[in-house]
């Protein structure tokens, strides 16, 4: 189920809140969430939910035993995060190690063909922190199953996100509470999201789709459209899954829980550590704490920090899909994150100066709008040959009749719109937002007209899932 389909829309999220609203104690809300969460997974993939439900039972009962404690805790630890992985890469990598394995060793062994699960690695990471950290500490875990099923499942964040840990929401669990106004303010919070998928991502997603589909694959290669391609899939995947986490924490609002902030502008960085430090912040919190510091961190020297970085961004990559683009996407922000760190990419030093910041912008935008070319391509090939026809391809007239088709006065609205907004003009604006939000009748109008510019745009247009779904 979609957040922006109008199932969800018009009876699923009605139907709870308005039950949930009923409900006087918070135990039967919970059972309520929990239920309804269960429902929101098999919506989409009924025959996974045996799946997850194990899934959370496995991590269930390493935390009973954890929390017993022993002499094999270590043991107990160990088997959890190998049942975990074992699963996660069952589902998501079988087809992949086959097909690497057929080509290094000349074998023609069939592809397994499983379908991977909705949000798998989102709710094995969530599973895994738990278990890791009632290792860590005993007391940090709970004997209620329902508490456990609730918070690995919760709907808001159990397909895309964000990645919460059992600490930072262990006390909404047990008890919350939800104003008027904080009510109020998830929807807001829901609706912006709301609008920055459906008027902006999937504005300037057509646009992509359509180059990276079409395009390239035809071998209609001029370099103005393999730059435009590139410029709207940075565009999209950014208020696409920045819009799902603003929708997640909006409706995380209105059951009473708060869900710490995902995306922090990452567009307006001077290098790209900083952008990693504004994007997909959950994901990024999570291998920090769960990998990079286990590892050692950056205490063991200059060399072993660059071979943890480097790791740790190779999980990154590999997290995000079954292919060799995002390997190498995730590498490319490794290799030079370290070069920064190293500060052979000078960042640090430009920093002081103002057309040295303006710089470390336009480096910034650069690496990562071509390293999302890699993200987004079918193949390391074709990724290579549109980053090739971005710097050498010439104008052609049929070139130029794609560019215009692509290019109607709505298409370049939203374009215009998501440049500015993605930005300092949308830092800027948030600010101002944040700032005004007790004017609550100019909130309440602007939120109203939002949501429906949003809703007539999405009664127009087909399906069109979050990004990343996929992963």
């Known amino acids: 189920m979609v957040f922006s389909s109008a199932i969800f829309l018009f009876a699923f999220l009605p139907a709870v809140l308005i039950l949930y609203r009923l409900i006087p104690t918070i135990k039967y809300k919970n059972i309520l969430l929990a239920l309804a969460s269960l429902v ?4 989409g993939q009924l025959r996974y939910v045996p799946l997850f439900l194990l899934s959370v039972a496995i991590n269930y009962g390493s935390g009973l035993l954890l929390m017993g404690g022993g002499e094999k805790r270590k043991t107990v630890l160990t088997l959890s995060v190998v049942l975990n992985l074992g699963i996660l890469g069952l589902y998501k990598y079988a087809d992949f190690t086959v097909s690497n394995l057929n080509g290094l060793l000349g074998t023609s062994m069939a592809l397994p063909g499983i379908v991977l699960p909705i949000g798998i690695s989102f709710f094995t990471f969530q599973g895994m922190s738990y278990t890791i950290d009632v290792y860590r500490d005993r007391d940090s875990g709970t004997r209620d199953f329902l508490k456990l ?9 159990l397909i895309a996100g964000p990645i919460v840990k059992y600490h930072d929401v262990a006390m909404q669990i047990d008890s919350r509470s939800v104003s008027s106004e904080e009510l109020w303010r998830g929807v807001q919070r829901f609706i912006f999201g709301l609008a920055k998928k459906i008027l902006l991502a999937n504005a300037v997603g057509a646009i992509a789709d359509s180059i990276f589909n079409d395009c390239l694959p035809s071998g209609l290669t001029d370099a103005p459209l393999m730059w435009l391609g590139a410029v709207c899939y940075t565009l999209q995947i950014y208020f696409d899954f920045s819009g799902y986490s603003d929708m997640a924490i909006g409706l995380g609002r209105m059951f009473g829980f708060h869900f710490l902030e995902n995306f922090r502008f990452p567009y307006v960085s001077l290098s790209l550590k900083e952008c990693w430090r504004r994007w997909h912040i959950s994901l990024s919190s999570w291998f920090r704490e769960y990998l990079y510091i286990p590892l050692g961190g950056n205490r063991k020297g ?11 961004f ?7 899909g079954a292919n060799w683009t995002f390997v190498f996407w995730g590498m490319g922000h490794g290799i030079l994150s370290s070069l920064e760190d190293l500060g052979i990419i000078p960042v640090k030093r430009l920093e002081k100066y103002g057309w040295g910041r303006a710089l470390g912008r336009m480096y910034t935008m650069l690496t990562v709008m071509l390293l ?4 987004r391509a079918d193949s390391l090939a074709a990724a290579f040959a549109m980053i090739g026809a971005m710097f050498r391809s010439p104008v052609t007239a049929e070139g130029l009749s794609v560019l215009r088709s692509l290019l109607t006065p709505a298409a370049c609205m939203a374009l215009v719109a998501a440049l500015l907004l993605c930005g300092r003009a949308g ?4 600010t101002r937002w944040e700032d005004k939000r007790g004017n609550l009748a100019l909130s309440a109008v602007s939120s109203i007209a939002l949501y429906l510019l949003s809703l007539c745009s999405l009664a127009g247009s087909g399906f069109n899932p979050f990004i990343y779904f996929q992963f």
């Open 427 to 430: 830092e800027w604006l948030h």
């Open 149 to 157: 099923l609730l918070y690995i499942s919760f709907f808001p964040q």
């Open 314 to 320: 190779f999980c990154t990559g590999i997290w995000h």
């Open 302 to 312: 200059k060399g072993r920090t660059v071979i943890h970085k480097l790791l740790v």
């Open 372 to 375: 999302f070319v890699v993200f």
């Open 40 to 43: 929101f997974y098999a919506f």
